[in-house]
């Protein structure tokens, strides 16, 4: 069992800036990846950004060259650096942890709104 406590939504104009950051407790010895969705009324979870124990990184299309992933091991935290936000990245964005064996866990979620 793992708890995900993230922090750093909010509201930001296009072409701002943000910074979530999400602090993972309790089982963390067999996290293989952290990493960040997020979803927006109506649509699909999708894949924002995801980093490995080997500092591996996975980006969506649509945030490459904006957004950077970085995690702190010995911290046990993920962060989400945005930079040049618009208004299509507005959404709930939520931290998670995939296991070794597969399994996944998920933070609350934490509204990002960026306005044009």
């Known amino acids: 069992q793992v708890q995900l406590v993230e922090s750093g939504g909010g509201l930001v104009q296009a072409g701002g800036s943000l910074r979530l950051s999400c602090d993972a407790s309790?089982?963390?010895?067999?996290?293989?990846?952290m990493g960040w969705y997020r979803q927006a009324p109506g649509k699909q979870r999708e894949l924002v950004a995801t980093?490995?124990?080997?500092?591996?990184?996975n980006y969506a299309d649509s945030v490459k060259g904006r957004f950077t992933v970085s995690r702190d091991i010995a911290r046990n935290t993920v962060g989400l650096q945005m930079n040049s936000l618009k208004p299509e990245d507005t959404a709930v964005y939520y931290c998670?942890?995939?296991?070794?064996?597969?399994?996944?866990?998920w933070g609350q979620g934490t509204q990002v709104t960026v306005s044009s």
């Open positions: 309790g089982t963390i010895f067999w996290i293989n990846t």
């Open positions: 998670n942890v995939h296991y070794t064996w597969g399994k996944d866990y």
């Open positions: 980093i490995t124990n080997d500092g591996n990184t």
